[in-house]
């Protein structure tokens, strides 16, 4: 167990719909990164946020949104779902304190189908 | 920009054999992390290892150990004595931060009993 926790597990929706992923980092951690995993794509780099700020940006679509909370937990917020957006969605954590560097724990993802 | 070459697409190996997975990471980055992960078929992602660019120090882990050459901006990946519980998607990542990694396409190895 990594001790990152992804809500919900599993998630079915609708195109045009919009749904709310949901991580909680290991205990502590500052640091939450958000990761796809789709079969044409492969694992990629979304968006990072460290403290409540947003920190870098990776290839993360316009509908996309993302925000980390006071309590550090994330979400991730898609819109205008399309059959394209059927992936695996994962949530990262790391740095348990400022300026102390870890490597990322995963948590178990997302599965997200857009129906 | 990065790029993470996993030359393997798939491996097959019987238990007890040793196994290696290769990969090549290409940046133009002076200091740099390299990690492996591992994602079983429950479909969580597991850390393995990490080494920094700036150390070319091989290392061994119990049954796992890495090479890491910065010439060829090769780091590859060892299981001694593979086991059937070894069978998983491993993948090789970069970055020049720990979180913010640039994956390979990634190896299913699978170990047959």
């Known amino acids: 167990d990594s001790g990152v926790t992804q809500t919900p597990k599993h998630l079915i929706t609708a195109t045009g719909q919009r749904v709310t992923l949901r991580c909680s980092p290991r205990s502590g951690d500052l640091s939450v990164y958000w990761y796809q995993q789709s079969l044409d794509q492969g694992l990629q780099f979304l968006i990072h946020?460290?403290?409540?700020?947003?920190?870098a940006k990776g290839n993360i679509l316009e509908r996309f949104s993302a925000q980390q909370f006071p309590d550090l937990h994330s979400e991730l917020n898609l819109s205008s779902l399309e059959l394209g957006d059927s992936a695996l969605y994962f949530c990262a954590s790391s740095v348990p304190y400022a300026g102390m560097n870890t490597e990322a724990f995963f948590g178990q993802g997302t599965r997200l189908t857009v129906v | 920009a990065q790029k993470v070459t996993q030359a393997q697409t798939e491996i097959s190996v019987v238990e007890k054999e040793d196994v290696t997975l290769d990969c090549v990471y290409e940046t133009r980055d002076t200091t740099y992390y390299l990690f492996w992960y591992k994602q079983p078929p429950s479909g969580e992602l597991v850390f393995l290892i990490r080494r920094n660019s700036f150390d070319e120090q091989n290392e061994i882990s119990g049954r796992y150990s890495w090479n890491f050459q910065k010439s060829t901006s090769s780091f590859n990946f060892t299981i001694t004595a593979s086991q059937v519980v070894d069978s998983a998607v491993y993948f090789c990542?970069?970055?020049?931060?720990?979180?913010?990694?640039?994956f390979g396409q990634g190896t299913i190895l699978t170990v047959h009993p």
């Open positions: 946020y460290y403290n409540g700020e947003e920190r």
């Open positions: 990542a970069g970055g020049t931060s720990y979180g913010k990694l640039t």
